[in-house]
């Protein structure tokens, strides 16, 4: 017996001619995977590691061992910072995104960038994604603690305000959570997850990515 799916069910043929079998509803369609893109530095272009042992492979591997068909997108540059990261936004929004995770100012502590420069820039970004309508992630960062006290409170608190200023924004504090400053979970520089590392990210950023991507809306 030979068998097609026509519009309204399936039509078979037998011998006795066609037949066609109403099914009552059509067949839905899988979903298209969600597009997530990871706005961020070399934490985010995996450097010192393989492609697929990066946080944007390693992060897209859980969530799809989750039941989330989810590509994570890595627009990570090496040494960008927020600066950087503003100058190419619409370069990057061009992947069509469904979710956006900034992940930026990691090298603005580093160069010990004035902190209201870098809350300039990343305001920037956030009202752009608002504006867009695309659910955003804001992952905060610490800056180095030889840079001094002082410094360091008004780097974590620029993250804070933005926090405060796109409450619709999830506001992940630390993207290093866990991981910074111990050499069991970082590459020899002391800066860089190692795999190890980077997976100790994914699970403790999983909850609140997945909290993101809630906030999607259906196409």
Request: charged share 25%.
């Given at each position: 017996?030979?068998?097609?799916?026509?519009?309204?069910?399936?039509i078979?043929?037998?011998?006795?001619?066609?037949?066609?079998?109403?099914?009552?509803?059509?067949?839905?369609?899988?979903?298209?995977?969600?597009?997530?893109?990871?706005?961020?530095?070399?934490?985010?272009?995996?450097?010192?590691?393989?492609?697929?042992?990066?946080?944007?492979?390693?992060?897209?591997a859980?969530?799809?061992?989750k039941?989330?068909?989810?590509?994570?997108?890595?627009?990570?540059v090496?040494?960008?910072?927020?600066?950087?990261?503003?100058?190419?936004?619409?370069w990057?929004?061009?992947?069509?995104?469904d979710?956006?995770?900034?992940?930026?100012?990691?090298?603005?502590?580093?160069?010990?960038?004035?902190?209201?420069?870098?809350?300039?820039?990343?305001?920037?970004?956030?009202?752009?994604?608002?504006?867009?309508?695309?659910?955003?992630?804001?992952?905060?960062?610490?800056?180095?603690?030889?840079?001094?006290?002082?410094?360091?409170?008004e780097?974590?608190g620029?993250?804070?305000?933005?926090?405060?200023?796109?409450?619709?924004?999830?506001?992940?504090?630390?993207?290093?959570?866990?991981?910074?400053?111990?050499?069991?979970?970082?590459?020899?520089?002391?800066?860089?997850?190692?795999?190890?590392?980077?997976?100790e990210?994914?699970?403790?950023?999983?909850?609140?990515?997945?909290?993101?991507?809630?906030k999607?809306?259906?196409?």
């Amino acid at each position: 017996m030979d068998a097609k799916l026509g519009r309204r069910g399936l039509i078979t043929r037998g011998a006795g001619g066609f037949v066609l079998c109403l099914t009552g509803k059509t067949l839905a369609q899988e979903p298209r995977p969600l597009r997530l893109l990871m706005l961020g530095d070399s934490i985010t272009a995996a450097y010192g590691l393989s492609r697929g042992e990066g946080l944007p492979a390693r992060l897209e591997a859980a969530l799809r061992g989750k039941g989330r068909p989810v590509t994570v997108i890595d627009a990570g540059v090496s040494g960008d910072t927020t600066a950087g990261g503003r100058a190419r936004l619409d370069w990057s929004l061009a992947e069509k995104p469904d979710a956006v995770i900034v992940a930026l100012g990691g090298n603005d502590g580093l160069r010990a960038i004035e902190p209201r420069t870098s809350r300039a820039n990343l305001a920037a970004i956030l009202d752009t994604l608002k504006a867009r309508g695309i659910p955003t992630m804001l992952a905060g960062m610490y800056a180095p603690p030889n840079l001094g006290a002082d410094y360091g409170r008004e780097f974590a608190g620029v993250y804070e305000a933005l926090a405060r200023e796109h409450p619709e924004a999830v506001f992940y504090p630390f993207l290093l959570e866990g991981v910074a400053g111990d050499s069991a979970l970082n590459q020899p520089d002391g800066i860089h997850p190692n795999p190890r590392g980077v997976d100790e990210m994914v699970r403790r950023l999983l909850p609140a990515v997945e909290t993101l991507l809630e906030k999607v809306r259906p196409a």
